[in-house]
């Protein structure tokens, strides 16, 4: 899986994404002129329009073909209280909003034509499951879907499904936020009593940065442990690195051929905003990353099965890759894979910049101190609170924007707490460093109990999850 | 490997093409527009300049941007004995010329910028191996070379090196013309007693053909019977299918992921004409063929060495892909492989014309009985003879384009034998009918002990050749 990292339209100057514009306008004109297959000239057309959307965010003006950009310094930077009016960037290697409150999650699923996660789907999990939903479902922060129903229905029909997710091991520094998807995947395996794959693309990483793939493959193995240290079961997951699993399993490399047969350059451009200057490895990878979702890709697992229902829990930013699965799937046979979409984790400075590995103050590590974490939270979480103590007891702080109330969002359990913490703070009764105190005790134990399951977490534990396997799982 | 099948610019109408020429143009000037790599704007432009040739050779009009083609019904056809002037097709899916002699082979040589194969070259082969040097190197057969005294070097100073061939497995049917290379490689493999891998590219068949993985693997696999049947020794070769070998070997995956990272699409494209429309599949395809030119794709045989130089005899229009191999070698730190090029073997109806595996009557197949390579023979191989016998003792035949005599060039290994042929048949002293005979005789016998020999390859001697396993050479 990728980052939400890398190059996107939005970092390129006025002039520049003029002259991209007009050359995708070009590339329009040409595949009509063609007359290419329909999807492609859509696929094309839907990439003009990013960039159209991209242009006026950044320039203010409407494109017009034929006249540059005027004013070079347009609204480039309109501040955490942005307008409504602009479109977040949301792909695989670049998240980007505007607004401190994050992305806008309702447009997001307008956008990608996914599904809200409303209470009704909150409350059938739990009767499906005879279990209390996750705090990550209570409260939003898995808050979109495609097709849970029908994973649902075959799960009441004493039909099993099988969970896929995944990380693109870029470094070997992990912080809280890439466990996200990994608790509430540990989560829906314990309460579905079902097998699991977690792809470790190091062949991504390797595409995409500059390192070697001895380095991919060895952050592949590192990131295995925090990812084990989540508490998964040795006997329901397998995860694989993709450099290891394509050269040892003739099914896994017959789905991604078969899937590199069924889309074309076109639709990967329009879908990720690849360029005729782009590798070949980066053009093609997509479908590696699709494979996964079909079960026959695990022989081993599903003994040869290809219909066993998929449910992919991944953040929002890599639903692309999972559009186009489900585009292919049907074309080739196999069931289109369910998805469950999160929200970002913000950074520390706030939820409309971005977390970095290179920048150790944005995001807390796994590796951290006690006295890390007390610092990085006292120093470097954006706060909602108000200049003074005396302002802050009269008008109150904003939760919303508030990054360490986000953080107890994700990881503090009990919901009247919560709750408590968001009025008090945002009538003023709670200040601000005592809501950071609340986010440090919260963290402490919950890292420190991460640094000492990972370290029970051997060689040989690592060998025996990344062993293709036959798995135990429920009747 | 690819077969010379498939849709090139020629099979456009003039209209078609102008259009195609049009939108290339437009693509190299978005190119420039965004200031693209040096390398990606070169492809561009020679895939530019290589549809103008083809646009000329069609209308017999130069190609001006604004002035689509006026007569639609120029020079498609002019016969047999063109003139020199136009330029033959030559591409991993396409052979195509206008000359019933076949392509021009010195004018390839100068635009593909490889070396003839002078007689010093087959002089030194004699000289380095002590043998005499194969038909096929005596008259010409295999013409043209890259490197081929970097391999000599080596194995003069006691290294070794390792051949790689292969095939493109898209029907069960093979012809004569298809044994030519393994011919030739099991020869070489006898006097350099060096390691051979001989790649079956079933996914590549898969991805361009209307076939299913099984089936393109299951052609692989008979394919590999007659490649078996041409005598290769069992301890010195590796045969694999790239749906199977690709899922038991990381380190093959490994160097195709490596050259998938060094080459562009913009390369692809001006190497092998892709285009936005094509599958990803195709696209990143190339990468496949060039692993297996670096020895460390197969640990199994060079115990993970990384430098065994490579020797690749194939026909010449596999060289794109080799050419880009040579390319990405340096880049990736692996020594570029050196070639052995041969010419297209001519169907019966003529040099000019296309084998195809649908038309039995194009070619001798490999299970054609005796009586059906007699008929074929004297029905379907186009004939340098005159109209009449008085004439034909007369005035005499013309070998140059007479499609049994090249078949002798092939097959018969007497060289006195094969020059009185030629000298009678031009004199007249040979009547086209004696020639047919002299054909038939010389390939119903090979025909027959290929037939024996194929029988003799079991099931279980094909899974021998095709798993990867340590090889016995020579010191």
Known sequence: MTDCEGDASVDLSPMELYEKLTAQGDKVRILKTEKAAKADVDAAVELLLKLKVDYKKITGQDYKAGCPPEGNEASQDNGPDAGDNDEDQVDPWNVSTTSAKGVDYDKLIVRFGSSKIEKDVVDRIEKVTGQKAHRFLRRGIFFSHRDIHQVLDAYENKKSFYLYTGRGPSSEAMHVGHLIPFIFTKWLQDV??????????????YLWKDITLEESHHFAHENAKDIIACGFDVKKTFIFSDLDYMGSSPAFYRNVVKIQKHVTFNQVKGIFGFTDSDCIGKISFPAIQAAPSFSNSFPQIFNGRADVPCLIPCAIDQDPYFRMTRDVAPRIGYPKPAL???????????????????????SIFLTDTPKQIKSKVNKHAFS????????HR?????????VSFMYLTFFL???????????????????????????????????????????????????????????????
Request: proline share 5%; no cysteine.
């Open 192 to 205: 579905f009593d079902i097998p699991l794959v977690i792809q470790m693309t190091d062949d991504e990483k």
């Open 384 to 391: 909602g609170g108000r200049d003074t103590v005396e302002e």
């Open 413 to 475: 359990e009990d919901d009247e707490q919560l709750e408590k913490i968001r009025k008090d703070y945002k009538s003023g009764a709670l200040l601000t460093g005592d809501l950071k105190n609340i986010l440090i005790e919260t963290l402490q134990p919950m890292i420190a109990a991460h640094q000492e399951r990972r370290k029970q977490v051997t060689d040989e534990l690592v060998r025996q999850f990344m062993t293709p396997r036959k798995l135990d799982f429920g009747s």
């Open 340 to 362: 469950l979409h999160s929200t970002f984790f913000p950074a520390l400075q706030g939820a409309q910049t971005k977390m970095s590995a290179s920048d150790p103050n944005s």
């Open 394 to 402: 009269q008008y109150g702080g904003n939760p919303e924007v508030d």
